[in-house]
């Protein structure tokens, strides 16, 4: 078991998540994804095959993290890799959005990424090896309107990248992000496809024209987790097809 790498996905039964796990479980990472929901966990691990595992936890209620991890490395005796996936947005005006509603997105998007990657860190710094990768969002790259507490969790998450690549590269940890562009999914299709102006926009201002796929951002975690970017540390990557120089 030991010559297998072991990798977390958090939010790893859909999405992003689940491109980046299944990416990983095909290249022999055991990877282990992370989220509340049971049922979604279970789906994902039967489509993703014998390299995937899943534990289920509620990564905002921050004290049951370090009880996650010990039983992760119990089970798995190492963590190579983790993948901060999982968050949530909310679209409101400015002015509408509660103090609980800020709260809540800044608990789940920062405290818990900040929570899981200390307590991994505790362990990759034994082994003085380990790959952390964030997931950013062009939201903090320039201002998007309607999404305030999401757009400060990830640029504090861009801060945090360069924050803990600074400390824990010299102790063998490497420290990066993704931010990802546009990426196809049923959903930002049919609401690009019920908003006309807005569709144009985003490929107006997108080079490449096109809207990404979750592989794109799966092929990008696997480069960062590999020893193909092992003198990568302290970058945000953005895998959006252009959209973040775009004009």
Same mark, same amino acid.
């Given at each position: 078991?030991q010559? =297998?790498k072991?990798?977390i996905?958090?939010g ?11 990416k990983?479980?095909?290249h022999?990472i ?6 509340? %929901?049971?049922?979604?966990?279970k789906t994902a691990?039967?489509?993703l095959?014998e ?7 509620d ?13 992760i ?9 983790l993948v ?14 509660? %103090? ?18 200390r307590?991994?860190?505790k362990?990759?710094?034994?082994? =003085?090896? !380990?790959?952390?990768?964030?997931i950013?969002?062009m939201?903090a790259?320039y201002?998007?309107? =309607? ?11 861009d ?6 690549a600074v400390?824990?590269?010299p102790?063998g ?6 931010a ?6 049923a959903?930002t299709d049919?609401?690009l496809n019920s908003?006309?102006e ?13 809207m !990404? ?9 696997l480069f960062?987790?590999? %020893?193909a970017? =092992?003198?990568i540390t302290?970058?945000v990557?953005?895998? %959006?097809? !252009?959209?973040?120089? !775009?004009f």
């Amino acid at each position: 078991m030991q010559n =297998k790498k072991v990798a977390i996905v958090t939010g790893g039964g859909s999405g992003l998540g689940f491109a980046i796990a299944q990416k990983f479980s095909q290249h022999g990472i055991q990877t282990i994804i992370v989220g509340r %929901d049971e049922e979604k966990l279970k789906t994902a691990q039967s489509q993703l095959g014998e390299n995937c595992f899943y534990k289920s936890c509620d990564l905002t209620a921050l004290v049951s993290i370090p009880a996650l991890i010990e039983n992760i490395i119990a089970e798995f005796g190492q963590i190579d890799i983790l993948v901060n996936n999982a968050g949530i947005n909310m679209k409101k005006e400015f002015t509408e959005v509660t %103090d609980e509603e800020f709260q809540s997105v800044i608990t789940t998007n920062v405290c818990s990424v900040f929570a899981m990657s200390r307590e991994v860190v505790k362990h990759m710094l034994v082994k =003085k090896s !380990g790959n952390i990768i964030n997931i950013s969002s062009m939201a903090a790259q320039y201002g998007l309107p =309607k999404v305030i507490a999401y757009s400060a969790s990830k640029t504090a998450i861009d801060g945090m990248t360069r924050a803990m690549a600074v400390e824990l590269s010299p102790k063998g940890i490497r420290v990066n992000a993704i931010a990802p562009g546009f990426i196809y999914s049923a959903m930002t299709d049919k609401a690009l496809n019920s908003d006309p102006e807005r569709k144009a926009k985003v490929f107006g201002r997108t080079p490449m024209g096109i809207m !990404g796929e979750a592989t794109d951002i799966g092929e990008a975690a696997l480069f960062l987790a590999t %020893d193909a970017a =092992k003198y990568i540390t302290g970058v945000v990557l953005p895998v %959006d097809g !252009g959209n973040s120089i !775009g004009f």
